[in-house]
């Protein structure tokens, strides 16, 4: 089948874009406003875009807490989601009032960063600090702006829990990372197999 997305005509019962866009990482963001609450929500409009200097992106449908917050004070955390926490990211993506904060509700430890004041998810087996690098608009071919807002941020500090290192690797056996598919199905990257790139 073939269809154009201005009309969307694609038949199906619901749209397939995100789940051929898929599987996406998972962005959990931490992230503190100007009036010192603290919040947690999960983006899988997320991923890295460039490794140096380390940059990520998360994109919001509209102007939602984790990005007000960044915009307010430069600075959020990405928390790395593994199998085991999957519940919990789950309900920090409720869709609760400004203020409301999800590590609490999620009963997950908050600890503020090391080189920036938003707090992280503290059982999470990888953290990555980020201060803002950039907000924008993206743009439709018509020029229009889309409904959603990209963060990016420059990612200038690491946490990583030495249980899920192997050998000098990180292994992602134990770190059992979930990325989110279309409609409200996630996967785990369980079948790693490795393939080296050809030589010219
Ligand atoms: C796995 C998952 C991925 C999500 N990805 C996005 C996303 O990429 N962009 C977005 O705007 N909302 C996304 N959402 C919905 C937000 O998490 C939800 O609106 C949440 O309340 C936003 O939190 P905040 O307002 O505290 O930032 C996602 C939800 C889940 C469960």
């Given at each position: 089948m073939f269809y154009t997305t201005d009309e969307n005509r694609h038949g199906l019962a619901h749209d397939p874009f995100k789940a051929i866009v898929s599987p996406r990482p998972i962005g959990w963001i931490g992230s503190r406003g100007a009036d010192n609450s603290i919040n947690l929500g999960p983006y899988s409009f997320f991923n890295a875009?460039?490794?140096?200097?380390?940059l990520v992106m998360f994109s919001s449908a509209g102007r939602k807490h984790s990005a007000r917050n960044a915009a307010e004070t430069g600075e959020f955390t990405c928390n790395f989601v593994g199998r085991d926490l999957v519940e919990q990211m789950n309900i920090s993506s409720a869709a609760v009032d400004y203020g409301v904060d999800e590590f609490a509700l999620a009963g997950l430890t908050a600890r503020k960063g090391e080189l920036v004041d938003a707090p992280y998810v503290a059982e999470a087996f990888a953290v990555l600090e980020c201060k803002v690098t950039e907000i924008i608009e993206p743009k439709s071919l018509s020029g229009e702006a889309s409904e959603n807002i990209m963060v990016f941020g420059q990612v200038v500090g690491i946490h990583i829990d030495?249980?899920?290192?192997?050998e000098g690797r990180l292994d992602m056996a134990i770190a059992r990372p979930v990325g989110r598919m279309g409609y409200m199905d996630y996967s785990e990257a369980s079948d790693v197999f490795e393939m080296l790139r050809p030589r010219v």
């Open positions: 875009v460039s490794d140096r200097p380390k030495e249980a899920i290192i192997r």
